[in-house]
């Protein structure tokens, strides 16, 4: 993997703000993406049949608590999926 490099000419804290910004950022999409696997999990336990459905709303609901923690909205079509499962 290629190293992304951040350079900034003049105040060093302007630095420090972007590469923490990148690091909330990705983040972000880490949880992005759990949310959203969590959700096919569900599609596809619910398609088969499966019955222990139980950890894998969990952590989707924790998933969800953890947007509403950081105060960010989820993206709309993750939010769509969300409410149909009334935790939202």
């Given at each position: 993997m290629f190293k992304?490099?951040?350079s900034f000419v003049g105040d060093p804290?302007?630095?420090r703000q972007a590469i923490?910004?990148?690091i909330e950022n990705?983040?972000?999409g880490k949880?992005?993406?759990n949310l959203h696997n969590n959700l096919a999990k569900l599609d596809k336990a619910k398609r088969i049949?499966?019955?222990?459905i139980i950890p894998i709303l969990k952590n989707i609901i924790t998933t969800?608590?953890?947007f509403r923690e950081l105060n960010v909205p989820l993206p709309?079509?993750?939010q769509r999926q969300c409410s149909q499962l009334i935790i939202l």
């Open positions: 992304q490099q951040i804290s302007l630095a923490v910004a990148k990705s983040e972000l949880m992005r993406q049949g499966r019955r222990n969800v608590r953890r709309n079509n993750l």
